[in-house]
């Protein structure tokens, strides 16, 4: 009986544990591009395949390594590599504001065409601060997820079909990895280690993966 009772507690925090991450994922907000991108272009952006898009806005280099390059499908991470994105995301997310500050000063050095595509609006407090908090936030929760993966795929789904009506098209998604590699090698330090980077890089193209579905999908509508 004591048994019993330990196993359907257990079951109970797991349901918890899954339906706050769901809802993190769900209130979780891209920072949109502009409204009046042209259907046209963001259907052909959305469509382009990310070994195409490795040479969009930067080169790469050996020490900047593109997510996603080359990646089609959703490719299956170990389990040693999820462990090492869980541990190294517990050290992110104590202070996402921070980082999520740090992640968009990256991204517009990286390009700083960019500042004009993003709408902080600090009269509705709408700031970049804000907003690289629920990136990192939407990405880290999604990358660490160790169950419930058919449930956190849908909602990573739906999110990429909210923002097709932004205008977000896949061709952000190349430059926002190298945003994110770079804010999580300079938070991480001595951590930051190739198989942290490796097992990040994975990650990160799992995610996006859904969320360009969610894309495509609502461009076929």
Same mark, same amino acid.
């Given at each position: 009986?004591?048994?019993?009772?330990?196993?359907?507690?257990?079951?109970?925090?797991?349901?918890?544990?899954?339906?706050?991450?769901?809802?993190?994922?769900?209130?979780?907000?891209?920072?949109?591009?502009?409204?009046?991108?042209?259907?046209?272009?963001?259907?052909?952006?959305?469509?382009?395949?990310?070994?195409?898009?490795?040479?969009?806005?930067?080169?790469?280099?050996?020490?900047?390594?593109?997510?996603?390059?080359?990646?089609?499908? =959703?490719?299956?991470? +170990?389990?040693? *590599?999820? /462990?090492?994105?869980?541990?190294?995301?517990?050290?992110? #997310? &104590?202070?996402?504001?921070?980082?999520?500050?740090?992640?968009?000063?990256?991204?517009?050095?990286?390009?700083?065409?960019?500042?004009?595509?993003?709408?902080?609006?600090?009269?509705?407090?709408?700031?970049?601060?804000?907003?690289?908090?629920?990136?990192?936030?939407?990405?880290?929760?999604?990358?660490?997820?160790?169950?419930?993966?058919?449930?956190?795929?849908?909602?990573?789904?739906?999110?990429?079909?909210?923002?097709?009506?932004?205008?977000?098209?896949?061709?952000?998604?190349?430059?926002?990895?190298?945003?994110?590699? =770079?804010?999580?090698? +300079?938070?991480? *330090?001595? /951590?930051?280690?190739?198989?942290?980077?490796?097992?990040? #890089? &994975?990650?990160?193209?799992?995610?996006?993966?859904?969320?360009?579905?969610?894309?495509?999908?609502?461009?076929?509508?």
């Amino acid at each position: 009986r004591n048994q019993g009772r330990r196993l359907l507690a257990s079951q109970a925090m797991r349901s918890t544990r899954t339906l706050s991450l769901t809802r993190a994922l769900r209130t979780a907000i891209l920072p949109p591009l502009g409204r009046n991108a042209s259907f046209v272009a963001r259907t052909r952006a959305i469509n382009t395949p990310f070994s195409a898009l490795a040479a969009i806005r930067l080169r790469p280099t050996p020490s900047t390594v593109l997510p996603g390059e080359g990646r089609r499908g =959703m490719s299956t991470m +170990d389990a040693a *590599g999820m /462990a090492t994105v869980s541990r190294t995301w517990k050290i992110i #997310e &104590q202070d996402l504001t921070t980082h999520g500050e740090k992640f968009f000063h990256n991204l517009f050095e990286l390009d700083p065409s960019l500042k004009k595509m993003f709408a902080f609006d600090s009269s509705t407090g709408t700031t970049m601060q804000k907003h690289g908090a629920n990136v990192l936030r939407m990405i880290g929760n999604a990358a660490s997820l160790k169950e419930d993966i058919t449930k956190i795929q849908k909602t990573l789904i739906s999110l990429g079909g909210r923002h097709f009506e932004y205008g977000v098209g896949a061709e952000l998604f190349p430059i926002m990895g190298r945003a994110l590699m =770079m804010t999580l090698k +300079d938070e991480l *330090g001595p /951590a930051w280690t190739p198989e942290v980077a490796t097992a990040w #890089e &994975q990650a990160y193209a799992n995610v996006t993966t859904y969320i360009i579905q969610g894309l495509k999908e609502e461009a076929a509508k």
